[in-house]
């Protein structure tokens, strides 16, 4: 079992930055990829960016150049760096991590971006 606490979420105004971070816990030396995903009021889940063991990451088309993720294998922490952040990326963003087959999610951190 993973658990994935998550934290960074907030309120901030159009352009500025913001930093999600996810810790997991339990049996994090199985976790095979990480990443962020969020659902915006209304919308689908989306994916945002994922990173994996050996660094390779992958973005949405909508965040890249913005965003970047990176992944502290020491510390069982992945980041999510937000920066010139639009209205658009006003959403609850989860954390996911893959651990074979499994798909274990956080509770979700909201993140609001004011105009």
């Known amino acids: 079992q993973v658990q994935l606490a998550e934290s960074g979420g907030g309120l901030v105004q159009v352009g500025e930055s913001l930093t999600l971070s996810c810790t997991a816990s339990g049996s994090p030396g199985s976790i095979g990829v990480m990443g962020w995903y969020r659902r915006a009021s209304g919308k689908q889940r989306e994916l945002v960016a994922t990173?994996?063991?050996?660094?390779?990451?992958d973005f949405a088309d909508s965040v890249k150049g913005r965003f970047t993720i990176d992944r502290d294998a020491a510390k069982n922490t992945v980041l999510l760096r937000m920066t010139t952040l639009k209205p658009d990326d006003t959403a609850v963003y989860y954390c996911n991590a893959k651990s074979g087959w499994k798909s274990y999610w956080g509770q979700g951190t909201q993140v609001t971006v004011s105009s």
């Open positions: 990173i994996t063991r050996s660094g390779i990451t």
